[in-house]
Nanobody
Framework: QLQLVESGGGLVQPGGSLRLSCAAS????????IGWFRQAPGKEHEGVSC?????????????NYADSVKGRFTISRDSDKNTVYLQMNSLKHEDTAVYYC???????????????????WGEGTKVTVAS
């Protein structure tokens, strides 16, 4: 059974940083496309970032970011720890949301980052950016 657990959220001031973790159990993250999504109160899930899988393929380790976070967020994978990270810098009020990681079956899902294409969602970790 694929299981993901997010952690690392919290309260941070505007301009601050947080690093979110997405730890996997029951499978190796290296072989799955992992997306980060967020949901602000009253809004739909929004694709934030994604990293592709399939070691040895041309597109292994490719990353994608929503325009709203480009240059501020960085997604990475530590295969030894079976964890995907989302480093968030220069945080803004509008980054406030519950952040989730989820599994995408094919690499193309990392391009479109549609929440409905992803599965095995974690419970989420809350990020609040406030003065």
């Amino acid at each position: 059974q694929l299981q993901l657990v997010e952690s690392g959220g919290g309260l941070v001031q505007p301009g601050g940083s947080l690093r979110l973790s997405c730890a996997a159990s029951g499978f190796s993250l290296e072989y799955y496309n992992i997306g980060w999504f967020r949901q602000a109160p009253g809004k739909e899930h929004e694709g934030v970032s994604c990293i592709t899988s399939n070691p040895g393929s041309t597109y292994y380790g490719n990353t994608n970011y929503a325009d709203s976070v480009k240059g501020r967020f960085t997604i990475s994978r530590d295969s030894d720890k079976n964890t995907v990270y989302l480093q968030m810098n220069s945080l803004k009020h509008e980054d406030t949301a519950v952040y989730y990681c989820a599994v995408g079956a094919v690499q193309a899902m990392c391009v479109t980052m549609r929440a409905s294409d992803f599965g095995s969602w974690g419970e989420g970790t809350k990020v609040t950016v406030a003065s």
